[in-house]
């Protein structure tokens, strides 16, 4: 880990593999972030995002135990810092931070210049870590979307 390691030296961060799925979506859920088995996030799914993105899934580990998620991904044009979380005990611990740092430097070697993510303004922890690595707001969005099927 980078800053953190004098706070939490026994983590480590590795890309992630299919067999953490189960354990990546307990921590999203612990994390109250929500989970979408059924969509986005189905093991079909995980699986082929976990190939596309190469080395930009991320997880954070305490000894055999995930304890931090992030999930990169990039368009070829932008960089996006997806679904980051820490378990709950491991938080305020430079997990979170190390995790975006680590994402960022992945896609910043994969050629993509700028590196963005949606953070939803009543999260203040979140918008606190993005700003503590270097991230600054940009102009209000409005986030426009539309599913395929209400699970997706
Ligand atoms: C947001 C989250 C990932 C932060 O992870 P973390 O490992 O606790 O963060 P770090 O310890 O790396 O914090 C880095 C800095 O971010 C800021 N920060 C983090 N959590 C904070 C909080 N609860 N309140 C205020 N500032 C906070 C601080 O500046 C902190 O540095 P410091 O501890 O030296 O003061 C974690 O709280 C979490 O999993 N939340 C639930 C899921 C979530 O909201 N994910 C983000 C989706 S966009």
Known sequence: MTSSSRKLPEISI????????DEILAMWRAG??????????SPAAFARQLAAFDGLYLVAVDAARIVGVVLGSHDLR????????VLPGYRRRGVGAALVR????ALRAAGIEIVAALV???????????????YRADVPVRYYRKLSHPQA
């Open 14 to 21: 590795r890309p992630a593999r299919i067999e953490d799925y």
């Open 32 to 41: 109250g972030l929500s989970a979408r088995p059924a969509g986005r996030e």
């Open 78 to 85: 932008k960089g996006w810092i997806n679904r980051l979380a």
């Open 102 to 105: 680590a994402c960022d430097a």
């Open 120 to 134: 939803e303004t009543d999260n203040p922890a979140s918008c606190a870590l993005f700003e503590s690595v270097g």
